[in-house]
């Protein structure tokens, strides 16, 4: 079957600009979780969707932001750029809730100039 | 929130066996994972562990001890295509939230 599915894969945006990602996770996949990756910090949580309501947010400003859609892909957004959101922004979905396996996107890496 | 500690590098010979060690702070803890991530690609499952012992699958191996926040990912006869990042992940409260360590860069030499 189908992995989790993100597009675009590679992106350049200038500051101040807003962009949106979108993830298409595993079929019956109903938890989305976004990651934020970069090389000083590592792989950052930044919120989890399951069926529509977000669960989990981590420690990201309010310029970051997603939802979930009834099909369970997910788009996150980033309003308002800075140059320190250039990272590879990574999806991954699960099948149940809780303590189970997370499969993983091949990511999107934005570039903000 | 949940610090998770691993070395940063490791280095190990072809045909060895490298063990990977992970600390993490216990509080609302419910279970650790361990991915491997290649250089430009996702991090792929390869291990769970909520229970304290060992978990053996092929040539990789997780042991957990929940009383001590300390779990390890044993590799055995190395290969070259191991050499990748390996992160350590822990999972706390409700649903899916991962927290990830820094990740250990391990390199195979011949």
């Known amino acids: ?113 | 929130g949940q610090n998770i500690d691993q070395p940063t590098e490791m280095t190990a010979t072809e045909g060895a066996i490298v063990q990977i060690n992970c600390t993490y702070q216990t509080s609302g803890f419910n279970g650790l994972f361990w991915y491997q991530q290649h250089a430009g690609e996702a991090p792929t499952f390869l291990s769970y562990n909520v229970l304290d012992g060992l978990e053996e699958k092929g040539r990789f191996s997780s042991f957990l001890s929940r009383s001590k926040g300390y779990s390890y990912l044993l590799l055995k006869e190395l290969q070259m295509k191991d050499s990748a990042s390996y992160l350590c992940a822990g999972i706390t409260g409700g649903g899916n939230k991962l927290t990830f360590g820094t990740g250990t860069q391990l390199k195979v030499e011949l």
């Open chain 1, 1 to 113: 079957k189908a992995g989790v599915t993100q597009t675009p894969r590679y992106l350049i945006k200038t500051r101040g600009q807003q962009v949106t990602l979108s993830c298409s996770p595993i079929s019956g996949h109903r938890s989305v979780s976004w990651y934020q990756q970069t090389p000083g910090q590592g792989l950052q949580f930044l919120f989890e969707y399951f069926s529509e309501t977000q669960r989990n947010k981590g420690n990201f400003p309010g310029r970051f932001s997603g939802r979930q859609f009834s099909n369970s892909r997910s788009e996150m957004n980033v309003s308002t750029l800075e140059l320190g959101d250039s990272a590879l922004y990574l999806c991954a979905s699960s099948k149940l809730d809780g303590n189970t396996e997370a499969f993983f996107g091949q990511g999107t890496r934005l570039t903000v100039v």
